[in-house]
């Protein structure tokens, strides 16, 4: 059994302990005490040394904690070196996790689910179909008032029987391990956490989302959040240059100038269509009616896009016995529009060739579409529906 250090110490950095067995590649160690954090309550793993061995994860196998090393260890005493930038910032986040969660629970009934913490932010799921822009706003503001107070943190250890007040039951029995904030907050956790409140740093909400059941909100806190800030600050400068505008005025015009492009998109589409009617109706007037008295145009095109052709093919089969086909070359596909009056399936005829021709496709009596796989088959379908 290995004795878990960080459960009475979160604090404590370097360690000596006895690497009592390892794995036949030497890779896997086990000591008799660590206090490296395995992943564990949407926590991640701590890192550091053992023997000056990198340690690049940390697993819990219930009873014992396995060290998965970058390089082969003995057994044997050790010198062992939890890496603490990377702890520290995992006990910010966890931390204001408790708060966070404790806030919405006891300001507006909002129970957590569920918590991950990630290597860029963490989230909380909260029990809920929506959530107002307003109560987040307000639980950034109450959490980081909380911050400021500088409550206590503490951890206790209680019978699960007697163990009452906890944010969440706890389904454990036995001895349950108790995190809590000064009249705030008790949880049960294994976690690593800070010894009071203002260690936290400022706690930044930053997205809030739907998913499938719940509400997912993500946050930031300590050195993370002011990371973010920062970054998010330097963005926000740099589209102010771009604009040669103050910083409170980008937003503005962002939302103006997605406007006006907006704008102008729909009045290009519009001019595209109008070429599109026109060219059409100037191919019919130009082709020459064949058998039946049906007109019949075949466009090539060596690369593109069909619906670059979809608004040409419907002005040409506007008219009179009109049969158009629109034929790329890269990737291969068609598009076959026919009028009504042509006496042409356009669906039909062109499932039938698509799959003689080992490709698929479809669509209306009036106009459909398919691709094949390579330009022989493309061929192949060009020779059958033009007949």
Not at 47 to 56: E, L, Q, R, Y
Not at 85 to 101: C, N, V, W
Not at 170 to 197: K, M, N, P, Y
Not at 365 to 381: F, I, K, N, T, Y
Request: charged share 25%; glycine share 8%; with cysteine.
């Amino acid at each position: 059994m290995t004795e878990r250090l960080y459960y009475t110490d979160s604090y404590l950095r370097e360690f000596r302990a006895n690497l009592v067995e390892t794995s036949p590649d030497g890779l896997t160690a086990y000591l008799d005490r660590t206090a490296f954090y395995p992943a564990s309550g949407g926590q991640p793993f701590d890192t550091g040394t053992i023997g000056g061995i990198p340690v690049v994860e940390a697993v819990d196998e219930e009873e014992r904690i396995a060290h998965r090393l970058a390089a082969p260890a003995a057994p044997g005493p050790v010198a062992c070196s939890v890496d603490w930038p990377r702890r520290f910032d995992h006990m910010q986040q966890h931390s204001g996790q408790h708060l966070l969660s404790a806030v919405f629970a006891e300001c507006f009934r909002l129970k957590t689910v569920s918590f991950h913490l990630g290597a860029q932010s963490s989230t909380i799921d909260l029990e809920a179909d929506s959530l107002d822009p307003r109560v987040a706003a307000e639980a950034e503001r109450r959490s980081n008032q909380l911050v400021c107070e500088n409550r206590p943190v503490s951890v206790s250890f209680e019978d699960a029987t007697a163990a009452g007040d906890l944010r969440k039951a706890s389904e454990r029995t036995g001895t349950l391990r108790i995190v809590s904030i000064a009249d705030l907050d008790r949880s049960a956790c294994g976690g690593t956490h800070v010894r009071a409140t203002g260690e936290i740093g400022v706690v930044l909400l930053r997205k809030v989302e739907k998913t499938r059941k719940t509400v997912r909100v993500e946050f930031l806190c300590g050195a993370r959040a002011v990371a973010r800030a920062h970054a998010d600050f330097e963005a926000l400068n740099r589209a102010a240059q771009a604009y040669s505008a103050p910083l409170d005025e980008v937003p503005a015009l962002v939302a103006a100038q997605l406007d006006a492009a907006r704008a102008a998109d729909k009045a290009r589409r519009k001019l595209e269509l109008e070429l599109a009617g026109y060219r059409g109706r100037e191919l019919y007037q130009s082709c020459v009616p064949g058998a039946g008295g049906i007109r019949r145009h075949i466009e090539r095109a060596a690369r593109g896009n069909l619906e670059d052709l979809r608004a040409v093919a419907q002005s040409f089969t506007s008219q009179p016995a009109a049969v158009f086909l629109a034929v790329l070359e890269e990737p291969p596909a068609l598009l076959l529009a026919a009028s009504a009056d042509s006496g042409v399936d356009a669906g039909a005829l062109l499932k039938t060739a698509l799959s003689a021709a080992g490709g698929r496709g479809g669509g209306t009596p009036r106009m459909a579409q398919g691709s094949v796989a390579d330009r022989a088959g493309l061929e192949q379908v060009v020779a059958q529906v033009s007949r």
